[in-house]
């Protein structure tokens, strides 16, 4: 990110105090119908503008879907803010950048600025996965948040996002986008102001609210900018960066930007799926690259995706019509794969995969488990479609409560010796190893049940039980523990040192729960 000292060229300023008008408007009741955000404030405040050229482009531009957002830009201009004027440089600064993200963009536009018109809302928040992803539907954070809007785990459950074994609804298209509005609506609604809403998208609503409660007791303003300095560098970031691409689409000529035409018409259609059908044979039945099936599906984490009355496909039409034409022609099975549930411990990936006909790699690969790992008892995994269960989709309880629970790979027992003590009997060891006295026989050759104090025994004990043995020898015995604890307590009369034992309880606060998590920053893009 460039320096705070860098200055603007002057074409940069003039045209984003130009454009500032379209942001003197404050936001509307959501309760309100649509209307147009722009030309009622800009000609509310200003009744000149109504033959201002530019304001006349603004409004009424909508050659493609970036005229469309421009004419409903309603958020106020975050203004006197040097982290705007540093943003704007950045972003402006990496054309490269900006056509990459602006090419992922043009597959969801149209849809995203649908639904915010639908509900009211300021078109420039179609621009946020800008900053959170880089529209980048696979995008994964290291805090686990994912898809366009990135959603962390938590925050996805509270507005229904699907998260299991089959599919994560935080990278779907139609639901992220659909929860992520009704989230932001839910944040305007509690700060009345859309630049908090969006600091507490990324921040969440309860450290907005603390920010506030501070700014108050110290007399100071709660608008974003007087807010910014309770906030961490990445919220202080926020809204500037989302300000800078406003900035960038609003007159990217003055920047030297050329922006993807994005035609104003939906680039995707949905296609109900009811049955069970392979990712790769959707593809294919579609005529469409795999890549770009999945940058329209990027939800579905297995080969197969589960048919329910909620199972949607996105294609684009013309690729749509292709494949409910080539559907109807195919005469084949249309998934290769169904579920088996793990019934017991012992069931190892060798023996899951000896039952259906294939190979444990083909077991590992397909349900991403790592090598060293096995499957605990109550996991489904997927696994080939044999003759038996060639006609059995996986059911949609299956598909919304599959689990895989997996544990380290070590043996059944462990190979340990033991030196016979005086006291030790063979009834004694083998209740102590939890073995039987046969079969300390047998791994020693004895042919009788009689040890010698000191003779050596070789056992094959339970690992778990082999591992308490060990821990066993390392720890101190009770008494010596007893001992070595009294004289700690005891103050040593050759020296008034004292030694102390640092705490792990640090003073530091957790950080606070972060609703929604940007990727900005933590996921490398291309």
Do not use: C
């Not at 990135?150 to 074994?165: A, E, H, V, W, Y």
């Amino acid at each position: 990110m460039p320096t705070s000292d860098f200055k603007v060229p002057y074409k940069t300023l003039s045209a984003a105090v130009l454009l500032s008008f379209a942001g003197l408007s404050h936001a509307s009741d959501l309760s309100l119908p649509p209307y147009n955000w722009v030309k009622d404030a800009a000609l509310q405040d200003n009744p000149a503008l109504a033959n201002d050229p530019l304001s006349e482009f603004v409004i009424t531009s909508e050659d493609d879907v970036w005229g469309r957002i421009r004419k409903g830009f309603g958020i106020p201009d975050l203004t006197d803010n040097q982290l705007v004027i540093n943003q704007t440089i950045w972003y402006s600064s990496r054309p490269d950048y900006i056509g990459r993200t602006t090419k992922r963009a043009s597959l969801y536009l149209y849809h995203v600025v649908e639904e915010l018109e639908k509900r009211g809302m300021p078109t420039e928040l179609a621009l946020l996965p800008f900053i959170e992803s880089a529209f980048n539907p696979q995008a994964y954070s290291t805090a686990k948040a994912a898809g366009m809007w990135q959603f962390i785990p938590s925050t996805g459950r509270d507005f229904n996002l699907k998260q299991n074994m089959f599919k994560d609804e935080r990278r779907s298209v139609l639901a992220s986008t659909d929860a992520a509005l009704t989230y932001l609506q839910k944040l305007y609604g509690m700060f009345g102001d859309w630049q908090l809403a969006l600091a507490a998208y990324n921040w969440g609503e309860g450290s907005v609210q603390r920010a506030i409660k501070k700014a108050e007791a110290a007399g100071v303003g709660t608008d974003f900018n007087s807010l910014s300095a309770y906030m961490p560098a990445e919220t202080r970031n926020y809204v500037p960066k989302l300000q800078a691409v406003k900035n960038i689409i609003a007159t990217p000529d003055a920047y030297g930007i050329t922006l993807l035409k994005v035609d104003n018409q939906p680039y995707f259609v949905s296609i109900a799926k009811t049955r069970d059908i392979d990712v790769k044979l959707a593809a294919q039945l579609a005529e469409l690259p795999m890549d770009e099936f999945k940058a329209l599906n990027p939800q579905f984490n297995r080969p197969v995706i589960t048919g329910s009355s909620n199972t949607q496909i996105l294609l684009p039409q013309s690729n749509a019509d292709k494949f409910k034409a080539n559907l109807a022609k195919w005469s084949h099975a249309l998934s290769s794969w169904t579920a088996h549930k793990v019934t017991g411990a012992r069931e190892r990936i060798e023996t899951i995969a000896a039952k259906f006909h294939t190979t444990p790699q083909v077991i590992r690969e397909v349900n991403n488990i790592p090598p060293k790992m096995v499957l605990k008892a109550g996991s489904t995994v997927l696994v080939p479609r044999t003759e038996d269960s060639a006609q059995k989709d996986i059911t949609q309880e299956v598909a919304d409560n599959a689990t895989l629970a997996m544990a380290p790979d070590v043996p059944d027992t462990k190979r340990i010796n033991v030196t016979v003590k005086k006291k030790d009997t063979i009834n004694t060891l083998a209740s102590r190893y939890k073995v039987t006295i046969a079969q300390i026989k047998s791994w020693n050759n004895l042919s009788h049940d009689k040890l010698a104090s000191g003779q050596k025994l070789e056992l094959h004990v339970p690992y778990k039980a082999a591992v308490a043995s060990n821990k066993s020898k390392a720890a101190p015995s009770k008494a010596v523990a007893k001992s070595t604890k009294q004289a700690s307590r005891t103050p040593a009369k050759s020296t008034k040192a004292k030694t102390t034992v640092a705490s792990n309880k640090s003073g530091n606060k957790a950080p606070a729960k972060i609703s929604v998590a940007s990727a900005s920053g933590r996921t490398n893009l291309k």
